[in-house]
T-cell receptor
Framework: GAVVSQHPSRVICKSGTSVKIECRSLDFQATTMFWYRQFPKKSLMLMATSNEGSKATYEQGVEKDKFLINHASLTLSTLTVTSAHPEDSSFYIC???????????FGSGTRLTVV | GENVEQHPSTLSVQEGDSAVIKCTYSDSASNYFPWYKQELGKRPQLIIDIRSNVGEKKDQRIAVTLNKTAKHFSLHITETQPEDSAVYFCAASKRSYIPTFGRGTSLIVHP
């Protein structure tokens, strides 16, 4: 089945620095990638939808200048958390539509801790 | 847009008992209803899904039922085991649309 590889799995960074998270579709072309944020024991909150070759669509309340999304190729989408603050600490996870099963496949997630 | 409500938020059962998690959705055009199991710090894993042209689907100890008229669907786990302990999410979507997730149910199976 479709596999999405997400890196890094864990990252600790200092306040004010930027962190890039990558999601790659390994055996299929992901023209769309969903980016979620998940707080402990909470549901998946959709942050934005990226589409290859066009600007990402951000959900209400998500700062596009803070969470930069790039989807430059059919197999790679990136989320960059800019000028990170402790409140940005969270679990970030990507997901792509799995056209073969008409479902969705998730990356393994990135645990971001900003100190 | 779609709104998915999931209950209960926490479910505690004894090993061997059955567990039922219920979800309702608001958009009658939704036609795909997956269920995901997420263990702490890991990615959600699809455990079963159902489409709107089917009323029930079963896979070993797991079953899902769908009532399109009432716009609700349920996950049933029989003969629960400690390894079933996790957070379960339901979701609803239209074909190729963004899924809307429920808030999640933390299932605890006591040995």
């Amino acid at each position: 089945g479709a596999v999405v590889s997400q890196h890094p799995s864990r990252v600790i960074c200092k306040s004010g620095t930027s962190v890039k998270i990558e999601c790659r579709s390994l055996d299929f072309q992901a023209t769309t990638m969903f980016w979620y944020r998940q707080f402990p024991k909470k549901s998946l909150m959709l942050m934005a939808t990226s589409n290859e070759g066009s600007k990402a669509t951000y959900e209400q309340g998500v700062e596009k200048d803070k969470f930069l999304i790039n989807h430059a190729s059919l197999t790679l989408s990136t989320l960059t958390v800019t000028s990170a603050h402790p409140e940005d600490s969270s679990f970030y996870i990507c997901s792509a539509p799995d056209r073969e099963r008409d479902g969705y496949t998730f990356g393994s997630g990135t645990r971001l801790t900003v100190v | 847009g779609e709104n998915v409500e999931q209950h209960p938020s926490t479910l505690s059962v004894q090993e061997g008992d059955s567990a039922v998690i219920k979800c309702t959705y608001s958009d009658s055009a939704s036609n795909y209803f997956p269920w995901y199991k997420q263990e702490l710090g890991k990615r959600p894993q699809l455990i079963i899904d159902i489409r709107s042209n089917v009323g029930e689907k079963k896979d070993q100890r797991i079953a899902v039922t769908l009532n399109k008229t009432a716009k609700h669907f349920s996950l049933h786990i029989t003969e629960t085991q400690p390894e079933d302990s996790a957070v379960y999410f339901c979701a609803a979507s239209k074909r190729s649309y963004i899924p809307t997730f429920g808030r999640g149910t933390s299932l605890i199976v006591h040995p």
